[in-house]
């Protein structure tokens, strides 16, 4: 039985991850903090270890005490990573910091795996062709222009200098599926009848449902030759605001929703606003600049070409079809808070 290592799996990707690797055989050990929930981490099957990033010798300590008779793991999946934060030095300390002390500390326990697969993010690559709408490739030379995505391409470029180093990079686009927050705060609107939207000029949308970036994980650490590369992880095609609403009332049964364009000065000062507040309250704030410079941009179209190539991607969930899932589970989640 081989054995594997998920790093940041309280959360939503995390909790399919495990399940996954559970479902594949995997002796599977998910790494955790004091505070995290485990909602999504009930199979007693799971190895949990329990760590804080911020002590580099706890950490050291809970590593080498949870290591499968003292040896590596086979595999490592690195998930763990902050997509919002109240103060955006935390990006930093978290997306890059994080991973360079459990990476110096796997080679220093002597705990190198076969594989370490490291999550990072579309945004590491910074906006696209905005005239042509070009699909962005693995090729592209990276310019990010918010602090998350800054974060990642940092952490990159670690995980790049690490020549001795077995890493796999993973660039995925906009992951949505059941428990997911962000983008069921849009299905939450458009089930209250409105669909909000920034900006005037087309906007071309890529989404992956999560369990087929799961999928993708397990083909990408099982297959020869991926090693030392990086991964975009996608559907295979893009769609546009429109496309996305009519797919969410199919499945939420609305025969009416209202289109709202929100022109992007209006939507500025409104993240700025949000932002501050966050700040005011120590709490992350959904809607931030940083996710204004999201939400301005309008190409996300993307190649999963080199994934196809290497280790046969082949996302099974159409947005049709993942939508309906998410949906599926929204309604129940729904229904579930009605009754207590």
């Known amino acids: 039985m081989k054995s594997i290592l998920i790093v940041g799996a309280g959360g939503f990707i995390g909790g399919f991850i495990a399940a996954e690797a559970l479902k594949?055989?995997?002796?599977?050990?998910?790494?955790?903090?004091?505070?995290?929930s485990r909602r999504y981490l009930k199979d007693e099957r799971l190895h949990f270890v329990v760590l804080d990033y911020d002590d580099p010798l706890s950490m050291s300590g809970s590593l080498a005490e949870a290591a499968p008779g003292g040896k590596p793991w086979d595999y490592v999946i690195y998930n763990l990573g902050a997509t919002k934060c109240a103060n955006f030095a935390d990006f930093n300390r978290i997306n890059f910091g994080y991973l360079r002390s459990f990476v110096g500390l796997l080679k220093e326990l002597r705990l190198v795996p076969e594989r370490f697969l490291y999550m990072s993010s579309l945004s590491a690559l910074g906006p696209g062709d905005e005239k042509d709408y070009t699909p962005m490739t693995e090729a592209m030379v990276p310019h990010p222009n918010t602090r998350y995505g800054l974060s990642k391409i940092k952490a990159e470029?670690?995980?790049?200098?690490?020549?001795?180093?077995?890493?796999i990079i993973f660039r995925p686009t906009g992951?949505?599926?059941?428990?997911?927050?962000?983008?069921?705060?849009?299905v939450k609107s458009i089930d209250a009848g409105f669909d909000f939207g920034v900006g005037y000029k087309r906007q071309m949308l890529t989404f992956i449902y999560v369990e087929d970036l799961v999928t993708a994980m397990f083909q990408a650490l099982e297959a020869p030759g991926t090693v030392h590369?990086?991964?975009?992880?996608?559907?295979?095609?893009?769609?546009?605001?429109?496309?996305?609403?009519?797919?969410?009332?199919?499945?939420?049964?609305?025969?009416?929703?209202?289109?709202?364009?929100?022109?992007?000065?209006?939507?500025?000062?409104?993240?700025?606003?949000?932002?501050?507040?966050?700040?005011?309250t120590l709490k992350a704030s959904?809607?931030?600049?940083?996710?204004?410079?999201?939400?301005?941009?309008?190409?996300?179209n993307c190649s999963t070409e080199a994934a196809r190539r290497d280790f046969g991607f082949d996302p099974q969930f159409?947005?049709?079809?993942g939508i309906a899932e998410t949906v599926k589970?929204?309604?129940?989640?729904k229904k579930h808070n009605k009754k207590k």
């Open 229 to 280: 590369k990086k991964y975009i992880i996608s559907e295979n095609r893009a769609y546009t605001q429109s496309e996305f609403r009519t797919l969410v009332s199919k499945a939420l049964g609305k025969r009416f929703c209202i289109p709202v364009k929100l022109p992007l000065w209006m939507a500025y000062i409104a993240s700025v606003v949000a932002e501050k507040y966050g700040v005011l």
């Open 157 to 167: 470029s670690y995980l790049e200098m690490q020549t001795d180093f077995p890493w």
């Open 329 to 333: 589970a929204y309604i129940a989640e």
């Open 318 to 321: 159409s947005l049709e079809r």
């Open 286 to 300: 959904t809607l931030n600049r940083d996710k204004f410079k999201i939400m301005k941009q309008r190409n996300w």
């Open 24 to 36: 594949r055989g995997f002796d599977t050990y998910v790494c955790v903090r004091e505070s995290t």
């Open 175 to 186: 992951v949505y599926g059941p428990h997911e927050r962000d983008y069921l705060m849009m």
